[in-house]
Structure formats: structure tokens, C-alpha cells
């Protein structure tokens, strides 16, 4: 499984951006899907998930509301829209996928990692 993200940038503080991460291989259509963002000096932390096919999204609190997972099963890709980004939302983001369909928070419940894509909000 290969995992691709894109969409990562710089943004002002109360604006958008969409994440994206393509997915390949033999398995990637059965596997949950998540995204975790690692701040500078920060651990790894849990950012959203989604189902294998595209059902029970799950969101850490500090993004509810704000953040919303999808996922084309058709192109074997998922989406992450980012909206109201603060500057806390800086870091890398990482797109992970598990071998089984069932969406984890926990990031040693994934078993495949994106090279994750820089996303920078400015105050």
C-alpha cells in the first residue's frame, strides 16, 4: 500500500485548505483511513478517521466542527477540508491506513504512513 498526500500550504489564520490522499495497492479499498499531525516538538496526534467505505468519521475534539474526513472509494482517496485553520493547525499532516476497515484513533493502529504534506497557518 502507497499512500500519497497533497494539498498542504501556507494560509492565514481563519482560512481553508483541502487535503488530499491517494491510495494504491491490493488492499487499499478494504482499509480505514485516517489523518495525524505532528507540530514541531510535538508527538504524533490523532487528527480524523473514516470507515473503508466512507462511514463512521471520527474527529479529535479540538477539530469537530471544523474539519471534515470523505473519501472517494471510487478513486481510492481521501479527503480532509480544513476550515477556520488557527495557527495551533500547523504542522505535518500524515495520511495512515489500516489493514482492516474499522476507523482507530491511535496511531499504532495503522499500518501504512504517507511521507505527509506541510500545512502552515500564519497569525
Known amino acids: 500500500v502507497q499512500l500519497v498526500e497533497s494539498g498542504g500550504g501556507l494560509v492565514q489564520a481563519g482560512g481553508y485548505l483541502r487535503l488530499s490522499c491517494s491510495g494504491s495497492?491490493?488492499?487499499?479499498?478494504?482499509?480505514?483511513m485516517g489523518w495525524f499531525r505532528q507540530a514541531p516538538g510535538k508527538e504524533r496526534e490523532f487528527v480524523s478517521a473514516?470507515?473503508?467505505?466512507?462511514?463512521?468519521?471520527k474527529y479529535a475534539d479540538a477539530m469537530k466542527g471544523r474539519f471534515t474526513i470523505s473519501r472517494d472509494i471510487a478513486k481510492n482517496t481521501v479527503y480532509l477540508q480544513m476550515n477556520s485553520l488557527q495557527p495551533e493547525d500547523t504542522g505535518v499532516y500524515y495520511c495512515a491506513a489500516r489493514q482492516i476497515g474499522v476507523v482507530g484513533r491511535e496511531s499504532y493502529e495503522y499500518d501504512y504512513w504517507g511521507q505527509g504534506t506541510q500545512v502552515t497557518v500564519s497569525s
Open positions: 473514516i470507515s473503508w467505505i466512507g462511514t463512521t468519521p
Open positions: 495497492g491490493p488492499t487499499v479499498s478494504k482499509s480505514a
